[in-house]
């Protein structure tokens, strides 16, 4: 059974930093992708990232290029989202997924295991 545990979110101010993890287990497939997203309540998800195990491939939506870094650490099973010059408008609930196969296309992936979210506020 795959488990995903997400955490580092917190309160920080514009212009700041955080670390997002995502501990994964029972990750037993070859090829895998682990996506972070970012969902306001009552709102639509955004993926935001997402970072392939067969090749290192990563994605990164418009809105975090630049400030954002995926990373992974296989020995550990986790995968990173570094977030840089956070702003306001970057508060939200982030969830990381996994997705059996390869993809960049975080958005209309066919995510099949879920974390539980990691409050990220950012003040101004």
């Known amino acids: 059974e795959v488990q995903l545990q997400a955490s580092g979110g917190g309160l920080v101010q514009a212009g700041g930093s955080l670390r997002l993890s995502c501990a994964a287990s029972g990750l037993t497939f070859d090829d895998y992708a682990i996506g972070w997203f970012r969902q306001a309540p009552g709102k639509g998800r955004e993926g935001v990232s997402c970072?392939?195990?067969?090749?290192?491939?990563?994605y990164y939506a418009d809105s975090v290029k630049g400030r954002f870094t995926i990373s992974s650490d296989n020995a550990k099973n986790t995968v990173y989202l570094q977030m840089n010059n956070l702003k306001p408008e970057d508060t939200f609930v982030y969830y990381c997924?996994?997705?059996?196969?390869?993809?960049?296309?975080?958005?209309?992936?066919?995510?099949?295991?879920w974390g539980q979210g990691t409050q990220v506020t950012v003040s101004s």
């Open positions: 970072i392939n195990s067969s090749d290192g491939s990563k």
């Open positions: 997924a996994v997705y059996v196969g390869s993809t960049v296309r975080v958005s209309i992936t066919p995510w099949d295991y």
